[in-house]
């Protein structure tokens, strides 16, 4: 922030703080600059936001923070036209467990990033690449858990032509919309799955022999098959149909 605008809060008797994403159940009042920058896109999170704290703190006030002149309702905080008082500008602004709802900009909006993501075109999305993943670490953990004589087999099921394209385009794909994904009021989460995904990217061609084939392949699926879990929770965040 910069210092100008600090120095306005601090002379309103407030103080800005990064925002963490242990502060969603207690904080009261969240402030978004959008739209926000990523790379050549200006994307719009804040739709996303409001569905979070809908659910996890519906008594927050979040506030759009920008330099627009049109449609800006009374969560929209002009750089350029900030209020003698901003205590009384927050009386009224709406929570958003009234159902408060940004205003539509016309800016990339973060769900609809999403669904791009995880559910791309002709079945070429996240999903799609990681349920085949898994599926592919399940059977051979599932084999090789059983009987110590499919190492060989184990290792060429797994260098199938279209088990390694959907772990590389898995990967692909996720390096591509990370940053987009950051953008959420829960981005610690989605480091979360970051770091799942590094521990399966480096693969199990280096493991020498059955033992730890086996622990390599056991380790990748139990890291996949929370990265599905979490992401499949934090789907409900990124609907496309709410009002």
């Known amino acids: 922030m910069l210092p100008a605008r600090r120095a306005w809060f601090e002379a ?15 904080a009261r009042v ?27 703190n519906p008594e927050a006030v979040l506030l759009q923070a920008g330099i627009r002149d049109r449609a800006m309702g009374p969560n929209y905080l002009h750089w350029g ?45 996240f999903a799609n690449w990681l349920s085949k993943a898994m599926r592919s670490l399940q059977i051979a953990d599932d084999k090789l858990h059983k009987n110590s004589g499919y190492e060989a087999q184990g290792r060429a099921f797994l260098a199938k032509p279209d088990k390694k394209q959907a ?15 950051m953008l959420t009021p829960f981005f610690n989460q989605i480091e979360a799955c970051d770091q799942w995904l590094r521990n399966i990217e480096p693969g199990w061609t280096d493991c020498n022999d059955y033992q730890s084939l086996s622990a390599r392949i056991h380790d990748c699926r139990l890291s996949i098959e929370a990265l599905d879990r979490l992401l499949t929770n934090l789907s409900q965040y990124f609907k496309t149909d709410v009002p």
């Open 30 to 56: 969240l402030l978004l600059v959008t739209p926000i920058r990523v790379g050549d896109d200006f994307v719009r999170p804040d739709g996303v936001w409001a569905q979070y704290f809908q659910e996890q």
């Open 81 to 125: 036209r900030l209020p003698d008082n901003f205590g009384l500008f927050l009386q009224g602004a709406q929570r958003v467990g009234e159902c408060w709802r940004p205003p539509d900009y016309r800016e990339k909006k973060l769900e609809v990033i999403w669904q791009r993501f995880w559910d791309g075109h002709s079945r070429e999305g």
């Open 167 to 181: 772990f590389e385009n898995m990967q692909l794909r996720w390096k591509s919309y990370r940053p987009y994904l």
């Open 12 to 26: 309103q008797g407030y103080t800005p703080v990064p925002y963490q994403p242990t502060h969603a159940h207690e």
